[in-house]
Nanobody, 123 residues
Framework: QVQLVESGGGLVQAGGSLRLSCVASGRAFSRYTMGWFRQAPGKEREFVAAFSWTGGSTYYADSVKGRFTISRDNAKNTVDLQMNSLTPEDTAVYYC????????????????WGQGTQVTVSS
């Protein structure tokens, strides 16, 4: 069973950048599509980005396309989220998650979740 731990959150000014990291423990990391979700106060958890287990394919929410970049390193069991041009609307708890099979944005299909890391963007 894979376990996920996120890090890298913090407080940043609008227009700034942050890089989130997710480290996975367990042997089967490379078999999972990895995703990032976020949840702002009072809102539903929403999809941000995903990186397929087959390698190379990525998928982004429209709200972050062109600003965020997801990457993964199967040798290190890590998946990162580089976030640029941040706005206050990006403020949320960010979660790393894993799912079997291919790319997808439905949180119900992600079966393993990290504990989350807070990102706060000030105006």
């Amino acid at each position: 069973q894979v376990q996920l731990v996120e890090s890298g959150g913090g407080l940043v000014q609008a227009g700034g950048s942050l890089r989130l990291s997710c480290v996975a423990s367990g042997r089967a990391f490379s078999r999972y599509t990895m995703g990032w979700f976020r949840q702002a106060p009072g809102k539903e958890r929403e999809f941000v980005a995903a990186f397929s287990w087959t390698g190379g394919s990525t998928y982004y929410a429209d709200s972050v396309k062109g600003r965020f970049t997801i990457s993964r390193d199967n040798a290190k069991n890590t998946v990162d989220l580089q976030m640029n041009s941040l706005t206050p609307e990006d403020t949320a708890v960010y979660y790393c998650a894993a799912k079997p099979l291919g790319l997808g944005d439905l949180k119900a299909n992600y079966i393993i979740w990290g504990q989350g890391t807070q990102v706060t963007v000030s105006s």
